[in-house]
């Protein structure tokens, strides 16, 4: 439902926008408060782990940060919605997601999902209609750049359709590894890269190159405390060789030749020009920095000048606590090819995600394939074993730390 109805499908109740997703996560919330799945660790997978945790924080910051901001109350308003889809969305999907075979079901129904956008989208592609837009919430005439057709699906933009297909890439090519559903796998990776591909947007052709750039490191998946030292090491290099900041390879960035990457560019310098008007809990005006500067598709910079440092550091832990919880749950799989596998797709749809922030922010649904992930990792993060199996994350590092010793 979330991924098959338009964002703009919303029932005004009152003043209050409720949209498919909310009436969804409404439900969702309604059936975890009466029914749940009972476990040692309680209705969520590994328990309340630190990304739980870290997650909820960043949530709440955000709200209060841009409320203060404001000092409006359709603002606040409008925050307590986009709270309850954050936070709502994110649980309701930890709560359904609760171990490896729920993983299992919702990648199997995320290929579907795939298959079913990939047709619809290279309609769009013959026909420049989108047939979604008869649902109404999306326009129907498709947008066109140097002559070149982006199908947008059911999705906003169609940056955001092409990132849903590039970031599903990776947990389509485990499902095929796994031999579990091989039929459904090559369906859901052939309908992923036709969604990457019609979107006709280098962010999301990016998403993919980061997943294929991750399978690649496979054989130093016991260095990459190393490589990621050398990275480090070469953006430091780089920006002390460079005439312009290192950032500046940002507006390089071209691979379809209609992509705009020197705004992407703009974007992080003017954030960290202006960090003094921004750190404390976001700033307004920040549409007078320059040229098309309202236009926010960073997501980086879009909750640090919307949210404050608070907010973009809650949220930069977040991406960094996941890969942390993949790679514990690693070195505790070592010897296990398979789990070992399955950790590294999961790492390389998380890199997707981490490279499509650059380009795009999630303001549709794509938001909630992102808590999807999460959800999954969560899972993964307990020894990638059922509910019962591991307690909590302490449980996870104290088994690793137990076994080093």
Known sequence: MVFLVPFGQVLVLGGIHLTVYRMVILCGLARLAVTGRESQSGR????????DRIFTIWAIAYCVANSLQWMDTQALIKNL?????ALGGYFVLRFA????????????????????????????????????????????????REGRARSCGAFEVYITAGVF??????????????????????LGM??????????????SLLACAAAVLAFCFWPLRKSMRAV?????????????????????????????GSSSGFHRYMLVDGCIRHFTDWWLM????????????????????AYALTGGLVTLAAFVLIISRSFGRLGTARKLAAGDAKQEWFLWCLCAALLGHVVAYFGIGYFDQMQFAWYALLAMISVAGAGGKSVDAVSNEDAVVSSYEYAQS
């Open 44 to 51: 969520l997978a590994g328990g309340f782990t630190s990304i």
């Open 165 to 186: 297909g590039a970031t599903l890439l990776p947990l389509f090519v485990w499902l095929w590894a796994s031999g579990r559903s091989k039929v459904g796998a090559c």
């Open 97 to 144: 997601i609760a171990d490896a075979d729920d993983v299992l079901h919702a990648i199997q129904v995320l290929a579907v999902i795939a298959v079913i956008m990939a047709m619809f989208m290279t309609n769009e592609q013959v026909t420049h209609d989108n047939v979604f837009g008869m649902l109404g919430g999306i326009p129907r005439d498709v947008a066109v």
């Open 228 to 256: 990621r030292w050398v990275l480090v090491a070469s953006l430091v290099g780089l920006h002390l060789v460079m005439k312009a900041p290192v950032w500046a390879l940002i507006a390089r960035v071209d691979l379809t």
């Open 282 to 301: 976001g700033v307004r005006n920040y549409d007078t920095w320059g040229w098309d500067m309202w236009d926010l598709s960073n997501q980086y910079v």
């Open 190 to 203: 052939l309908g992923g890269a036709v969604i990457a591909v019609t979107s006709n947007a280098s962010t």
């Open 81 to 85: 919605g986009s709270l309850l889809d």
